[in-house]
């Protein structure tokens, strides 16, 4: 889950060519430092079948911290503060902390916190024509926990939406609202802390 639903394609450090949507990605790159969105997450089957809807609020500062908080239909909260990611289930009662470069390897947003380029880890081309021009990039590895991710922004650099494949078919769309580019982030936000009763799983080596 945590692998499928980070947005940070969107901040990748890369240089793919003269293509619109590559140059709209540069202009994001060096312009953004934070960024905040509404979001809405659809996933559908191997069939094009809608599964569900899930929405809620984004927040990132770069280099590599994000708060990913769904709100609707029930909560659940991802924060990473570079270092390691804590994966909140009020619901369950349960935070599960990992390592953020263990399980961010081999995936768009370990771009955003190494600063590696694009063309190191995945095939990029350009989608589309005009205002619905976009990035599709595949992964190089076999490994990897998606096929492709296709990316659209506007022509200031900012994602629109994007599409996550998975190997088994099926898709996660992720689209976005109301963004607001460089505003103002208490680095508090992606500090994590448990609150009192919740079952805290370390999946941390590191402790």
């Not at 990992?98 to 768009?108: S, Y």
């Amino acid at each position: 889950m945590i692998r499928t639903l980070v947005l940070a394609v969107a901040l990748l450090l890369a240089s793919t060519g003269p293509a619109p949507a590559a140059d709209a990605l540069q202009r994001f790159v060096d312009e953004v430092r934070t960024f905040t969105a509404h979001f809405e997450q659809i996933q559908y089957d191997e069939d094009g079948g809608e599964l569900g809807r899930r929405s809620g609020r984004f927040s990132l500062a770069r280099p590599g911290r994000f708060d990913w908080h769904y709100e609707q239909p029930y909560e659940q909260r991802m924060v990473c503060d570079g270092e390691r990611i804590w994966n909140y289930e009020p619901d369950l009662a349960q935070v599960t902390v990992r390592t953020a470069g263990d399980i961010l390897r081999d995936t768009p947003v370990a771009l955003l916190a190494e600063g590696a380029n694009l063309a190191e880890r995945f095939e990029v081309e350009p989608i589309g024509e005009g205002r619905d021009s976009g990035l599709r990039l595949r992964p190089k590895t076999d490994d990897a926990d998606f096929r492709q991710i296709e990316l659209w922004l506007e022509a200031s650099g900012t994602p629109t939406r994007m599409r996550l494949h998975d190997p088994l078919g099926g898709i996660s769309e992720i689209r976005f609202s109301d963004v607001v580019r460089n505003p103002k982030i208490d680095a508090g936000v992606f500090r994590f802390r448990p609150p009192a009763g919740v079952e805290v799983v370390n999946l941390d080596p590191a402790g």
